[in-house]
Structure formats: C-alpha cells, structure tokens
Nanobody, 123 residues
C-alpha cells in the first residue's frame, strides 16, 4: 500500500510560480508511473503531468507544456511539480497519484491518490 500526501498549494497572482510536493510512503514498485492531475470546480479530474519512477521520461498536458516541470527524487521518495507563469485557468485541486496502468494520461491507470492541495490563481 502506498500513501501520498501533497503540499505546497496556495493563493497566488497570475504570472507567479508555485512548487507542489508529493511525499510518498509505503512500497514503491519500480514500474510505477507517477502522475499529477487536477480538478477544477464543476469539472472532471484531468491529467497534468506524469513521470516514470524508473527512468526520467516525462509527459505533459498541452495546457501546461513549457510552464510546468515534473521532477522526482527517488532517494527521498518525493515528487515535485514546478508551476511557472500560472494562469487563472490553472486554479484547481491538484492530486498526485501512482499506478501501473499502461496509459499515463488516463485516471484509471492510477490506483493510489493523495488528498489533494488547492491552487488558486487570481487575475
């Protein structure tokens, strides 16, 4: 069983930066994919970024490509999402997740989720 805890959210102005962290505890399988998803009020949870626990391949949603960077520290069991040039449309609850599913952009590829951290970007 894997437990995930996100932190680092907050209220910022458009154009600012935030770094989200995800602390992982429990058994991490080498074949895990790690993902960040977000959910805005009234909308479905959507893919933001993903990375393989083994290796460094990263994947991004088009809406965040070039602004967000997903990184990990395997030694510390930590995930990070650096978010730059934030926009009001980035406002959402951000979740980290782990799983073994084949498609890293699909929610059903992940079976371990954190509780989420709120990011609010004012215009």
């Amino acid at each position: 069983q894997v437990q995930l805890v996100e932190s680092g959210g907050g209220l910022v102005q458009a154009g600012a930066s935030l770094r989200l962290s995800c602390t992982i505890s429990g058994r991490i399988l080498l074949d895990y994919s790690m993902g960040w998803f977000r959910q805005a009020p009234g909308k479905e949870r959507e893919f933001v970024a993903a990375i393989r626990w083994r290796g460094s391949s990263t994947f991004y949603a088009d809406s965040v490509k070039g602004r967000f960077t997903f990184s990990k520290d395997n030694a510390k069991n930590m995930l990070y999402l650096q978010m730059n040039s934030l926009k009001p449309e980035d406002t959402a609850v951000y979740y980290c997740a782990t799983g073994l599913g084949p498609d890293v952009q699909r929610r059903d590829s992940y079976n371990n989720w954190g509780q989420g951290t709120q990011v609010t970007v004012s215009s």
